[in-house]
């Protein structure tokens, strides 16, 4: 069990610090996370988003890191971890409104490469701005903030309740919005499933 409990956390905070250092310049996104305990400060390594827009005018973006694109596509990745943020913004704001109050939830999944996978997610709200392109949707996320919310499998949160803060360049993609969400969803409903089988006496 101590094994287990290390191997999650060296895992999950190797991806931390690796990135916290390199940067991602060339991605579509600049997401920080600061650890409100600790007050660290680490950038995170996605590299791909897409998002869409639905008959009542919520904006969902989805960004992950290349871990996740690999197994999205049916490849193995090699990755310790793959990581997908759900941002949902559910009405946009005007271009004079502060950033006092939220209107996006934030749902942050750090996914292991077990069979079946073992899942850290995070969740929270936060003030998000979007501007829209042709073909691509900007996003900034100011005053956003998520907590450890559910946990199935041997994965440790090295960084607890954090801020966020950064912007995001979405491709607009409703088919690989969906296809993300989809397999998303699936892979929290086995974890959850097992989960309640490992409990069962």
């Known amino acids: 069990m101590i094994q287990n409990l290390f191997r999650g956390f060296f895992l999950l905070l190797t991806v931390f610090v690796v990135f916290s250092a390199a940067g991602c310049a060339s991605a579509p996104t600049d997401l920080k996370v600061t650890s409100i305990q600790s007050r660290q400060t ?3 390594p996605f590299t791909h988003a897409y998002c869409r827009r639905d008959a009542a005018g919520n904006v969902d973006v989805v960004v ?23 941002i949902r913004v559910l009405w946009v704001p005007s271009r004079e409104m502060k950033a006092v109050a939220s209107n996006a939830s934030i749902k942050w999944y750090v996914i292991g490469d077990s069979s079946p996978p073992d ?45 966020i803060q950064g912007t995001v360049t979405a491709r607009i993609d409703d088919a690989a919005v969906s296809k993300v969400l989809d397999d998303l969803h699936t892979a929290v ?13």
């Open 42 to 44: 680490f950038r995170q």
């Open 119 to 163: 899942i850290l997610e995070y969740s929270g709200s936060g003030f998000v701005t979007v501007s829209n392109d042709e073909d691509a949707t900007s996003i900034s996320i100011q005053n956003a903030s998520v907590h450890p919310s559910d946990n199935h499998g041997s994965l440790v949160d090295p960084v607890g309740a954090s801020r």
């Open 64 to 86: 992950m890191d290349d871990a996740a694109k690999q197994t999205l596509a049916g490849h193995q990745s090699g990755a310790p971890v793959r990581q997908i943020m759900h």
């Open 189 to 201: 409903a086995t974890a959850r499933e097992n989960a309640r089988a490992a409990a069962m006496p």
